[in-house]
């Protein structure tokens, strides 16, 4: 008798533990504040989720997904290397989009398109003739021939999900990235678009969008735009296109930040500037980097990824830090809550982030929330 009672003492014990360690599920428990209730009278939250998230293969990362976000932004899955992989007619792989926009439907979620124009991620092909040769700035027909691919490009991917992607990043990172003031080349020369179209690229590439869905928020979106150079420049770009009547419809600021970079009065300066342009602005890619190496860069590349992760190792306190750069960003980000409409974060987890060493997020490896996680819910309050 006494060994049944204690069996069953036991089996009661486990399945308290159980239930215990399902709670502690970050997104489980009813009653715990989220982001998205946090924030509600101020702007939508949003989360960049991956193919393993959104296919619902990552239960635990689908659980964060919907009970923590409003909003989606698809990590990889429409850059056009993904969506659009070969030249002949039709060559799209619109499988991975198709179920990315299925589940942001299914669960009610504001649903972003990224991105349709960037130097990354763009398949060689887009930018050569039928022989592998470079097409050339100074050839009319060559330059045609790109913006007819580009045409077709847009008028597809925008096409095909006309009415279901409220949003799209249109032109991603066409800056110059410099930080000198003295240079003044407005546009990244490295970038093909660049080189062969110029300015006209992105002007095509906003009317083309436009053009196939006419109620989309268009947006540009760019890194580093918060310090004084880049900003300078995006102001000068998007007074242009403005001037144009081009139809850029909103700012999307990257905000891949560092634990101490962007500081509260650069954020808040830019966000001020910014919206003497008259669009809403958008926080796009949101992480703050906890690495040793990541506290001396500031940009987003992903070809300075590695450097910037370099090592890997954290900086000391790096969890408390990174709360309190947190805590120092939404608060910038409710006084201009006005002009902001939408803060999202460039992963869910620090296991899903692509500076995974930087530990950048507010929900760890095993899916649980971080200091950094209370810290955002506290800036929330009055
Ligand atoms: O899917 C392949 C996999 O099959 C292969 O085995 C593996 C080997 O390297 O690569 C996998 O693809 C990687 C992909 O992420 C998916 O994980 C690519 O190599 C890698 O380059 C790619 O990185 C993405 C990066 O953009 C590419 O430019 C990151 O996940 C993504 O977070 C990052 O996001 C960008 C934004 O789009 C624009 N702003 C900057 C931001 C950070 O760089």
Known sequence: MKNFITAILAWAGMIVAASLA??????DSASAPTLKDAYKNDFLIGVAINQRQFTGEDTNGVALITSQFNAISPENVMKWALIHPNPVTNAYDFGPADDYIAFGEQHHMF?????????????????????GRLLNATNAA??????????????????????????WDVVNEAL???????????????????????????????QYAHEADPDAILRYNDYSIENPAKRERLI?????????????????SQTHANLSWPGVELEDSFLT???????????????????QGGQRS????????????????????????LAQQYAN????????????????????????????????????GNWQPKPAFDAVIKAAQP
Request: aromatic share 8%; proline share 3%; glycine share 8%.
């Open 22 to 27: 399902n709670c502690a599920t970050a997104g």
């Open 111 to 131: 649903i972003v398109g990224h991105t349709l124009v960037w130097h990354n991620q763009t398949p060689r092909w887009v930018f050569q003739d039928e022989n």
């Open 142 to 167: 060559d330059r045609e021939l790109l913006l007819q691919r580009m045409h077709d490009h847009i008028q597809t991917v925008v096409g095909r999900y006309k009415g279901r992607i409220k949003c």
């Open 176 to 206: 110059n990235d410099s930080s000198s003031l003295n240079d003044t080349n407005l546009l990244r020369r490295s970038s093909p678009w660049v080189r062969i179209l110029g300015v006209d690229f992105i002007v095509k590439a906003f």
């Open 236 to 252: 000068t770009l998007i007074k242009y296109l403005q001037s144009q009547h081009v139809p850029v419809m909103a700012i999307g």
């Open 273 to 291: 500037e910014v919206s003497s342009l008259g669009l809403p602005t958008h926080i796009t890619e949101l992480d703050v980097n906890g690495s």
């Open 298 to 321: 500031q940009s987003a590349d992903i070809t300075q990824n590695a450097q910037a992760n370099g090592g890997g190792s954290q900086v000391d306190s790096a969890p408390e830090k």
């Open 329 to 364: 960003l939404f608060k910038v980000f409710v006084k201009h809550r006005d002009e902001i409409k939408l803060v999202t974060f460039w992963g869910v987890t620090d296991a899903d982030s692509w500076r995974r060493n930087g530990k950048p997020l507010l929900f760890d």
